[in-house]
């Protein structure tokens, strides 16, 4: 049985939504704190907190003494979805293969960053996966993701070495409806060395990512390490990643 999501998250869906159908145009006025405290029965510390994340977002802006309003649509902000590594590795003709590293069912607890990212409590349990990922037997990326096992009950290991996502969205009917992504460049550190299994001397590009159901529930939270020098990270404009 799916969990709701936190208070904040449904107030901070709602206001996505009303702004991709129109409803809160370009330059309108969203409604006031008190407002959206009445209308969902929360407090101002709640309401705050979904509105800082829409600001941190680029979706809306706050103006001292008048309100808050829309800053952009929300195709324009949210439905940008970066090409997955199989479909990147395609597009060059390569094929793609994966090796699991570790798979593990972990309470939420074990990892702040998670549980926070997956709105769960600490005895809440996540799959965690590692994989590598090559493209013509070559080591391209490594993978770390995080399924919150509120939604994805069972994994099957031997569908997940192909494309999870392709099992999470088909075999599971759990189709993602859009992604948050943070890009980094940074440098090999002992962990993505062990990952890797060599060290590592040029940067990495390290991709974050959150991926949310329709209802703006959390379902998804990976970082994957991709060899700078191997690897370029394309854009598409579709809804989920």
Same mark, same amino acid.
């Given at each position: ?9 449904q ?15 370009v ?44 800053r ?10 970066? &090409? /997955? ?8 003709g %390569?094929?793609? @293969? =994966?090796? !699991?590293?570790? #798979? ?7 990892n ?10 600490d ?22 993701m995080? &399924? /919150? ?8 290991? %031997?569908?997940? @070495? =192909?494309? !999870?996502?392709? #099992?999470?969205e ?29 060290k590592?001397?040029e ?15 959390p ?11 191997? #690897? ?9 990643r």
């Amino acid at each position: 049985m799916s969990q709701k999501p936190p208070l904040y998250q449904q107030i901070e869906g709602y206001i996505r939504t009303q702004i991709e159908e129109g409803i809160y145009p370009v330059g309108s006025q969203i409604p006031r704190e008190f407002e959206l405290c009445e209308m969902f029965d929360a407090s101002r510390m709640t309401v705050n907190k979904a509105l800082v994340n829409l600001v941190n977002q680029g979706m809306i802006y706050r103006n001292a003494g008048r309100g808050t309003f829309v800053r952009m649509r929300y195709p324009e902000s949210k439905t940008r979805k970066l &090409f /997955s590594f199989t479909e990147n590795m395609s597009k060059m003709g %390569k094929t793609v @293969t =994966n090796k !699991i590293l570790e #798979y593990r069912l972990i309470r939420a607890e074990e990892n702040e960053e998670v549980k926070e990212k997956l709105g769960l409590k600490d005895d809440d349990f996540v799959h965690k996966i590692i994989r590598q990922r090559f493209a013509n037997e070559e080591l391209i990326a490594v993978e770390i993701m995080y &399924f /919150s096992a509120n939604l994805v009950n069972v994994i099957d290991i %031997k569908m997940i @070495t =192909n494309s !999870i996502h392709d #099992y999470i969205e088909n075999q599971l009917k759990l189709p993602i409806h859009h992604s948050e992504v943070v890009l980094k460049a940074i440098m090999s550190n002992e962990m993505t060395d062990g990952l890797f299994g060599t060290k590592i001397v040029e940067p990495l590009l390290m991709a974050m990512t959150t991926s949310f159901l329709q209802n703006s529930t959390p379902l998804e939270y990976a970082t994957v390490y991709y060899l700078g020098n191997h #690897y370029e990270y394309l854009t598409a404009n579709h809804r989920s990643r």
